[in-house]
C-alpha cells in the first residue's frame, strides 16, 4: 500500500503553492526550470514541503514561497511582482500535477528530480493537462522505474539539464572519463577528490549524491 507524503487536507493548497511558485520563479523571475528545482531542494525548502509541513504548504503564497527560495539563495535580489495571468501555463500546470505526484508516492522532491527533470514534466503538459491525474501519476511511476538503473551522475546531470559535453566543459572534466563513470565502467566511488569537488559543483549536489556506495 502506498504511503502518502502527508495529511490529505493539505494537498489542494500544496497544489495551488507549487504552481504558482514554478509560475512564477519560471516565467516571472527567469529562472531555468531545472535550476529553481536545484535551488528549491538546497534551501531546504523542498524538504519542509514535501513533510507537509503547514507553515510552507499552506502559511504562505506559492510566490512568496519563490521569493524566500530565490532570496535565501542569492541574498538581496530584486524580484519582479507576479503577472498573475488567468491562463494555466504549462509551469503552473506541472506545479500543480508534481505536487499531486510527490504527496502520493511520498517520495522526496530531491529523488524525484534526479530521475525525471522539470523540463520533462513540463513537456508533459500538452498530452496530460486534460487527462486524470491518474494517467500523469501513473507515467511518472513508469519514469522513476525506468531511471532506477542509472547511475547518480547520470541522473543527477540530466535533472540539471546537462549534457555530457556541457558537464565536461563546465567542469574542466573530460568528456570521456564522466562517459565512463555514467556507464560504470570506471567506478566513480574511487575517483580522484578534486573531480568529484568540480563535478559536485557545477551540478549543485553533495559529493556523496555522485557516489553509487556512499557508506562502503
Given at each position: 500500500?502506498?504511503?502518502?507524503?502527508?495529511?490529505?487536507?493539505?494537498?489542494?493548497?500544496?497544489?495551488?503553492?507549487?504552481?504558482?511558485?514554478?509560475?512564477?520563479?519560471?516565467?516571472?523571475?527567469?529562472?531555468?526550470?531545472?535550476?529553481?528545482t536545484?535551488?528549491?531542494?538546497?534551501?531546504?525548502?523542498?524538504?519542509?514541503?514535501?513533510?507537509?509541513?503547514?507553515?510552507?504548504?499552506?502559511?504562505?503564497?506559492?510566490?512568496?514561497?519563490?521569493?524566500?527560495?530565490?532570496?535565501?539563495?542569492y541574498?538581496?535580489?530584486?524580484?519582479?511582482?507576479?503577472?498573475?495571468?488567468?491562463?494555466?501555463?504549462?509551469?503552473?500546470?506541472?506545479?500543480?500535477?508534481?505536487?499531486?505526484?510527490?504527496?502520493?508516492?511520498?517520495?522526496?522532491?530531491?529523488?524525484?528530480?534526479?530521475?525525471?527533470?522539470?523540463?520533462k514534466?513540463?513537456?508533459?503538459?500538452?498530452?496530460?493537462?486534460?487527462?486524470?491525474?491518474?494517467?500523469?501519476?501513473?507515467?511518472?511511476?513508469?519514469?522513476?522505474?525506468?531511471?532506477?538503473?542509472?547511475?547518480?551522475?547520470?541522473?543527477?546531470?540530466?535533472?540539471?539539464?546537462?549534457?555530457?559535453?556541457?558537464?565536461?566543459?563546465?567542469?574542466?572534466?573530460?568528456?570521456?572519463?564522466?562517459?565512463?563513470?555514467?556507464?560504470?565502467?570506471?567506478?566513480?566511488?574511487?575517483?580522484?577528490?578534486?573531480?568529484?569537488?568540480?563535478?559536485?559543483?557545477?551540478?549543485?549536489?553533495?559529493?556523496?549524491?555522485?557516489?553509487?556506495?556512499?557508506?562502503?
Amino acid at each position: 500500500m502506498m504511503t502518502h507524503a502527508y495529511n490529505e487536507s493539505y494537498l489542494s493548497n500544496a497544489k495551488d503553492r507549487l504552481s504558482s511558485f514554478f509560475d512564477y520563479a519560471i516565467n516571472d523571475c527567469k529562472i531555468k526550470p531545472d535550476w529553481i528545482t536545484v535551488l528549491f531542494i538546497n534551501t531546504g525548502y523542498a524538504e519542509q514541503f514535501e513533510r507537509g509541513n503547514p507553515a510552507y504548504v499552506a502559511g504562505m503564497s506559492g510566490v512568496e514561497l519563490a521569493r524566500a527560495v530565490i532570496l535565501k539563495a542569492y541574498g538581496r535580489k530584486e524580484l519582479p511582482k507576479p503577472t498573475n495571468s488567468e491562463e494555466c501555463s504549462p509551469e503552473y500546470w506541472a506545479g500543480w500535477a508534481l505536487a499531486e505526484y510527490q504527496w502520493y508516492c511520498g517520495r522526496r522532491f530531491k529523488d524525484i528530480f534526479e530521475r525525471i527533470p522539470l523540463t520533462k514534466i513540463i513537456g508533459m503538459y500538452s498530452v496530460y493537462h486534460e487527462m486524470d491525474i491518474t494517467n500523469f501519476i501513473d507515467t511518472m511511476e513508469e519514469f522513476y522505474k525506468a531511471a532506477e538503473g542509472d547511475s547518480n551522475l547520470k541522473r543527477i546531470r540530466e535533472s540539471r539539464g546537462l549534457s555530457q559535453s556541457e558537464l565536461a566543459e563546465q567542469s574542466g572534466i573530460n568528456v570521456r572519463n564522466i562517459q565512463m563513470y555514467e556507464q560504470r565502467v570506471n567506478d566513480i566511488d574511487k575517483a580522484q577528490a578534486r573531480t568529484l569537488y568540480k563535478l559536485s559543483r557545477v551540478l549543485g549536489c553533495d559529493i556523496e549524491d555522485l557516489l553509487e556506495n556512499p557508506m562502503m
